[in-house]
């Protein structure tokens, strides 16, 4: 069995390698450099080298699979980028639906074209009907499935699609009738109906999460997601090995553990697996969790070890991109995290419950709260590397919760299959509804505490990771002196991050800050001033990340634990898009927004929803106004109420003990020559240049009036060539200093030196 490890774990570790750091071109000549090496040790016939030649070997194997699967389905789907074909194809799945277009999982079945899944956006929603085993045929535009918005994107190649479509011309749908073959998405789709009739509504997004992994209400509910993601509960809202962990571990708890148990669990995981739409991250689980199971089916020694190798391996075999998949990652670092030490925690909280309480419940319950303790030994790290934040209180929340969650699952699916009786199904799911609120308000609670999660932001919160996972590993080594595993890693670490929390806080603190946030095509601003805290703006399009979440985060970073005023210029996406989420991570005290009568995109309903929810004092401004915030003093101007949202959008003046800022947002050059009539511009040090550095703003009148100083472009990708060449030749010509978010990312300005000097640094 070991030697299976070994060559497993070889051959996954190149499969990664060459994912992450090999250059393709490499990739070839190394697999057969190590095949050499294995080979040549081979010949030395030394049985203590066996492992090394098993190593060796299937390590050129791995970096092999991924050349040739990487030749057989990116590069070909490479060749075929820019084209504009006529492709007929497979719908795979029911579409997605979003507010302007639709989008399409489909098998591509054009002769001329390679056989691939591929992704398709159809503007228009004529295909929105469409459902699994129906066939479509287009116009569309090819592209390959890497990059979304100018940038590396993983996720469509992890999942097996090497191709994004853009219809060009009209759409043909044909009804394919029914197939077995497309069962499980339409379990999942009846599943997903059937929990919208039996459950009350607060509980119906988290439930459908939990149960079946369908996430995309789940990150459209704010509140919700920054819940869950602050208390370090994310885990419970994707189908995986914990998931599957609740099921067998009920099963166990009714049957107790034999062949018997462990026959019926693999039938019901895999039955659970089927229901839940056979989506990847399921897959994985079951295929893990049913090796584990083997072992005592077919009389063998449970190596865990080996079992969870030899199926990473295996997935890794079938679709080497997989490397890349943040949920693998996560879901075999959970596994490994249970292999190493869930029974040392449970084995510790065992013995600080009294012997009196030693029955099958209690255990039941310790074994599901040392399940989870354990899982977040590995998957913390991870979830630093690929989210930027760790939450630091997951432990309580955890603690609080896990058992929760583990009879919420198993009553949730009793109460769907109870619903063949309606009254019985909804009698059931408004019980298990009071177990959904009680884990969202302590997740709530959990969330709500200072210091609940330490972002990525700095340098400081990333050398602490890393040096409590040496001081673990420290731990580990250190057998004899079992007081210091603990004490000596826990007291350091603890105190480093004291340090580095105070230290962020009292720098941002002591200095004034002016700040444009990296939020690509849109536009956040941030202001310092002392413990004060201003935010112009929230929003952004093209880009995967929210504003919401990229300001929520900056300002924890920099110790800031509320926001005093937050102003929108207007209410166009890439502006206040992300107020929302900003709102659900920091409280706000006061809103500032245009009074406008134009929401045809409900936009200004949530933001307004939300603000009255958080209790914020919200102004909806019709004429100019002066307001101070501290040692912020804000001019704000309306100085229109016809046009478009541009044309109605406010501008403002921040001055902060001397040093001023002009904002126009979106307002184009007429409002421009309007604001310069209006008011004196003569003490801006701080251009944010309006409209992302369009051709239709910066006024050379404004230009002029400014006289140069420091002007910040916030722009990101785009197709509307932003910023415009004429507009940076202006900025230069009236002697701007500039800086661009999609060059520079943040442009943080300290207002103010350690000696109180004025200074204009980055």
Not at 108 to 134: M, Q, S
Not at 393 to 422: D, K, M
């Amino acid at each position: 069995m070991r030697k299976l490890a070994t060559a497993a774990l070889a051959f996954s570790a190149a499969i990664f390698l060459a994912d992450y750091i090999f250059p393709r071109g490499w990739l070839i000549p190394a697999a057969l450099l190590f095949a050499a090496l294995g080979a040549a040790l081979l010949l030395l016939h030394e049985k203590w080298l066996r492992p090394a030649v098993i190593a060796l070997l299937f390590f050129s194997l791995g970096l092999l699979e991924y050349d040739i699967y990487s030749r057989l389905t990116a590069d070909r789907a490479a060749a075929y980028a820019g084209q504009t074909r006529t492709v007929t194809g497979t719908v795979l799945d029911y579409p997605d639906r979003y507010d302007s277009y639709c989008r399409l999982h489909i098998r591509i079945d054009t002769e001329d074209l390679p056989h691939f899944k591929a992704i398709v956006y159809d503007n228009k929603r004529k295909l929105e009907d469409a459902e699994p085993g129906d066939h479509v045929s287009f116009m569309a535009k090819l592209n390959t499935a890497d990059m979304i918005y100018g940038q590396p994107y993983a996720n469509y190649h992890v999942n097996g699609y090497f191709l994004r479509m853009s219809i060009k011309g009209e759409e043909v749908l044909d009804k394919g009738g029914f197939s077995l073959r497309y069962l499980p998405v339409r379990l999942h789709r009846f599943l997903c109906e059937r929990v919208d009739r039996v459950f009350p509504e607060d509980c119906r997004t988290f439930i459908k999460a939990l149960m079946l992994g369908e996430k995309q209400d789940f990150y459209e509910d704010d509140a919700l997601y920054v819940t869950m993601s602050r208390s370090g509960l994310m885990h419970v809202a994707a189908v995986s090995g914990l998931h599957i962990s609740f099921l067998v571990g009920l099963l166990v708890f009714i049957m107790g553990s034999g062949r018997l148990s462990a026959i019926f669990s693999i039938l019901l995981v895999w039955a659970f697996v089927l229901v839940t739409g056979a989506g990847n991250s399921a897959l994985r689980a079951a295929f893990m969790q049913t090796l584990l199971l083997l072992a005592p089916i077919l009389r063998r020694e449970n190596d865990a070890v080996t079992s969870l190798s030899a199926v990473l391996a295996l997935i890794l075999a079938f679709s080497p991109f997989a490397a890349r998949s943040v949920s693998l990652q996560l879901s075999f670092a959970a596994m490994a995290g249970v292999i190493c030490f869930g029974e040392r925690i449970y084995a510790c909280l065992y013995g600080l419950v009294p012997e009196r309480l030693h029955f099958r419940p209690v255990r039941y319950a310790l074994g599901v709260a040392a399940g989870s303790l354990s899982v977040t030994v590995f998957t913390t790290p991870l979830t630093a590397v690929h989210f930027s934040y760790v939450p630091l209180l997951a432990i309580l929340s955890n603690l609080a919760c896990i058992w929760a969650v583990s009879l919420c699952f198993c009553f949730a699916w009793a109460a769907c299959v109870l619903s063949i009786i309606p009254a019985l199904g909804t009698a059931a799911g408004g019980l298990c509804a009071w177990l959904v609120r009680y884990i969202l308000f302590c997740a709530g609670t959990v969330a709500r505490l200072p210091y609940s999660v330490l972002y990525m932001k700095t340098w400081g919160a990333v050398a602490w990771v890393i040096v409590s996972y040496l001081l673990l590993f420290l731990g580990v080594m250190l057998r004899k002196r079992k007081y210091l595993r603990v004490l000596l890693p826990v007291g350091i670490s603890l105190t480093m991050l004291v340090c580095v929390l105070a230290r962020s806080e009292q720098y941002y603190r002591s200095n004034d800050f002016v700040s444009v946030l990296d939020v690509g095509q849109g536009q956040c601003i941030t202001a310092f001033a002392g413990d004060v805290t201003a935010v112009i703006d929230c929003g952004n399009i093209n880009r995967l990340d929210d504003a919401g979440s990229i300001a929520g985060e900056y300002l924890y970073s920099c110790g800031r634990r509320g926001i005093d005023l937050l102003i929108l210029t207007h209410l166009h996406t890439d502006h206040a898009d992300g107020a929302v989420r900003l709102m659900e991570m920091l409280p706000v005290d006061t809103l500032i927004l245009p009074a406008d009568d134009d929401d045809r995109d409900g936009l200004e309903r949530e933001i307004l929803s939300c603000a009255e929810r958080k209790g914020t004092q919200v102004i909806r401004l019709e004429n100019n106004t002066e307001t101070d915030c501290g040692r912020m003093h804000f001019e704000i101007y309306k100085l229109s109420d016809a046009g478009d949202k541009n044309e109605r959008c406010l501008m403002i003046q921040l001055d902060i003990d001397g040093t001023g800022l002009l904002v126009t947002a979106d307002s184009p050059k007429k409002q421009e020559r309007a604001l310069v009539e209006k008011t004196d511009l003569g003490g801006t040090d701080i251009l944010v240049v309006g409209h992302h550095g369009s051709k239709n703003a910066s006024d050379e009148e404004l230009l002029k009036e400014v006289g140069g100083g420091i002007a910040v472009i916030s722009v990101g990708y785009n197709t509307y060539g932003h910023p415009a060449p004429q507009t940076l030749e202006a900025l230069d010509k009236n002697g701007f200093q500039v800086r661009r978010t999609d060059l520079d990312k943040t442009v943080e300005l300290r207002l103010e030196n350690e000696n109180g000097e004025k200074s204009r640094k980055r």
